[in-house]
């Protein structure tokens, strides 16, 4: 069988509303698995959110951070932090705005303050606390990703003064903050560029609007369900609802179990 890899969105996706991966999304993994297929997740989360999810599956290769950290097989193949000095730039900015920011590196995450109810309910949103404070985080460490939490109305100022990042809005409180160019369609690109694959052989399921170039950079990008339109517009074709078991119809309609 020709070497394959599919790759899974997670929220929307290998996860329900409930936070819980359905039975049937379990036993597609595991079929995938056991034809010899690599199986992979692209997400905006920071590996160690979703080290229980790579456990439950038995998944160790990943790309995440939105593309700026890539795992294969547990060995770390691609890394592109933030720039500490225009990290030192957005600080000072969203300081003066009383916009407070989150900094995550592989391992974990640190805010800009002791707490604000913007971070406290975003994070909710992932199951996760507040994160606890260490304003000079970023300068200590490589930071792939970080959060201004702040309105949307209010990030244009931010898109238009910071060209080297790339502002990618996922919660009514929050926008992640990548490098300029990165997405989980870049961190892709150098998956497959490791492992010589040719894109025809290259699958990925997603529902956000941060999975719309992941799809559009697959050899087939399948969109769920439950995605938002214009992902569906992007997809080359559209399964179930993600509790419809959607990631199992769409891996039999593609013959990959």
Known sequence: ??????????????LNKENVIPDMTKKAVKKLQDNGVYVAIATGRAPFMFEHIREELGIDSYVSFNGQYVVFEGEVIY????????????MNRSHQNEHPLVFLNELTMKSSTDYHHYIQESMNSLNFPHPEEDADFYKKEEIYQAL??????EE????HEYQDFQFVRWHPYSTDVVPAGGSKAEGIKEMIKRLQLDLEDVYAFGD???DIEMLEASGTGVAMGNAFDVVKEAADIVTDHVNEDGIWKGLKQLNLI
Do not use: R
């Open 156 to 159: 244009e100022e931010y898109k």
């Open 79 to 90: 890394k592109n932090p933030l720039k500490t000095n225009e990290l030192d730039k957005l």
């Open 208 to 210: 956000g609007l941060n």
């Open 148 to 153: 201004v939490f702040c309105l949307e109305e």
């Open 1 to 14: 069988m020709q070497v394959k890899i599919v790759f899974f969105d997670i929220d929307g996706t290998l």
